[in-house]
T-cell receptor, first 118, second 111 residues
Framework: GAVVSQHPSWVICKSGTSVKIECRSL??????MFWYRQFPKQSLMLMAT?????????EQGVEKDKFLINHASLTLSTLTVTSAHPEDSSFYIC??????????????FGPGTRLTVL | GDSVTQMEGPVTLSEEAFLTINCTYT??????LFWYVQYPGEGLQLLLKATKADDKGSNKGFEATYRKETTSFHLEKGSVQVSDSAVYFCALGGGADGLTFGKGTHLIIQP
């Protein structure tokens, strides 16, 4: 149980286009999902916290108009990279938080999406 | 802000060797501490966790103890296997916030 999927697993796009990445919790409901970004040989950096039915909370330095997050249901959050540029090329990873007193707010991670902007 | 420092890799060991991957942290308050593992081509999986000082997390032969006095959470395993080859991430956080990760340590176990 507690499986999180991401789609697509990799995407190549032209500079200036927008790309949408989906994150789904397959067998549980997640009121909170997180989006991370990972550069080569670097740690995962938290980009934003996505809460179902409300606006996302962005970390300092992350452009909210560039990285649009929508958490329309308890099992789906989307990240749209708008007007993508080569410097946006990265590995994007989502996680979904399992809530409850016994879960210690454990997060379950998706497999990641590799974005390459040409 | 919070931060996690873990030893740089890659770490290369022979099968059945003893493993230690160091992890130290700085944080306000009393965060939970985690070790995640990422096998090739897969997403991060929780390996073990500890939620308060002196707690020991353990799973699949791996152990780590939450040491508040040294702000450390070192990962250990007595006898590694080839199948343990992966990238290991130390992280802190929990609660309503996202996690703060170390850079990851690539572990290579040779037969």
């Amino acid at each position: 149980g507690a499986v999180v999927s991401q789609h697509p697993s990799w995407v190549i796009c032209k500079s200036g286009t927008s790309v949408k990445i989906e994150c789904r919790s397959l067998d549980f409901q997640a009121t909170t999902m997180f989006w991370y970004r990972q550069f080569p040989k670097q740690s995962l950096m938290l980009m934003a916290t996505s809460n179902e039915g409300s606006k996302a909370t962005y970390e300092q330095g992350v452009e909210k108009d560039k990285f649009l997050i929508n958490h329309a249901s308890l099992t789906l959050s989307t990240l749209t990279v708008t007007s993508a540029h080569p410097e946006d090329s990265s590995f994007y990873i989502c996680s979904a938080r399992l809530s409850g007193p016994q879960s210690y707010n454990e997060q379950f991670f998706g497999p990641g999406t590799r974005l390459t902007v040409l | 802000g919070d931060s996690v420092t873990q030893m740089e890799g890659p770490v290369t060991l022979s099968e059945e060797a003893f493993l230690t991957i160091n992890c130290t942290y700085t944080a306000t308050g009393y965060p939970s501490l985690f070790w995640y593992v990422q096998y090739p081509g897969e997403g991060l999986q929780l390996l073990l966790k500890a939620t308060k000082a002196d707690d020991k997390g353990s799973n699949k032969g791996f152990e780590a103890t939450y040491r508040k006095e040294t702000t450390s959470f070192h990962l250990e395993k007595g006898s590694v296997q080839v199948s343990d080859s992966a990238v290991y991430f130390c992280a802190l956080g929990g609660g309503a916030d996202g996690l703060t990760f170390g850079k990851g340590t690539h572990l290579i176990i040779q037969p």
